[in-house]
Structure formats: structure tokens, C-alpha cells
């Protein structure tokens, strides 16, 4: 199993900034793709962005301009710098890792969210 456990939300201002972090453990060969998600009440969970081993990134058109992700392969965390926080970036945010824990094993793990509350 592949564990990631998430750290970095809270409770912020309109126009401030959070970092979330988000660690994997467990037996991992390769990650593929690291992402981070977000699902607010009563709306279905959307990408906010997400980070290939090769380096390429994509994000939501909501956050562009406003958020990297970024991540230190050594430590097998990514990140998520939010910066210009608005109300409506009110959800739980979700950590996704995809990979392989061995040649042929793959894993496509989620991590138990972090809320992360942007106040008017």
C-alpha cells in the first residue's frame, strides 16, 4: 500500500496564500503523476492541478495564474502553493499519487483530504 497523508489547510482570509503538503509512504518504484484535487459542498471533485515525472503540469483554468504545484522527488512529497485565495477555493483539497510499486505494480492512491476554508 501507498500511504499519502496531507498537511497545510486551514482557515484564511481572502487574498491570503497556504502551502499544502502531501507525503507518500509505503513501497514505491515510480511515481507517474502526483495531482492535487479539491471537492466542495454539494459539487463533485474537480482537478486543480496536476505534475508528470516528465515535468509537465496542467491546471484548472480557476487557478491558473494563482497556484503551483510542485513537488521533491527525494522526499516523495508534493506541494501546493495558493496564493490570492478566494471564497470560492472553499473545499477539501485531496493529494492523488500514481505510480508503480514495483515493475508491474501499479497504485493510484488518494489521501484523506485537507479542508481549506477561504473567508470574505
Known amino acids: 500500500q501507498v500511504q499519502l497523508v496531507e498537511s497545510g489547510g486551514g482557515l484564511v482570509q481572502a487574498g491570503g496564500s497556504l502551502r499544502l503538503s502531501c507525503v507518500a509512504s509505503?513501497?514505491?518504484?515510480?511515481?507517474?503523476?502526483m495531482g492535487w484535487y479539491r471537492q466542495a459542498p454539494g459539487k463533485q471533485r474537480e482537478l486543480v492541478a496536476t505534475?508528470?515525472?516528465?515535468?509537465?503540469?496542467n491546471y484548472a483554468d480557476s487557478v491558473k495564474g494563482r497556484f503551483t504545484i510542485s513537488r521533491d522527488n527525494a522526499k516523495n512529497t508534493v506541494f501546493l502553493q495558493m496564493n490570492s485565495l478566494k471564497p470560492g477555493d472553499t473545499a477539501v483539497y485531496y493529494c492523488?499519487?500514481?505510480?508503480?510499486?514495483?515493475?508491474?505494480?501499479?497504485?493510484?492512491?488518494w489521501g484523506q483530504g485537507t479542508q481549506v476554508t477561504v473567508s470574505s
Open positions: 505534475l508528470t515525472s516528465g515535468g509537465s503540469t
Open positions: 492523488n499519487l500514481s505510480g508503480y510499486r514495483s515493475m508491474l505494480n501499479r497504485f493510484d492512491s
Open positions: 509505503g513501497s514505491i518504484f515510480s511515481i507517474n503523476t
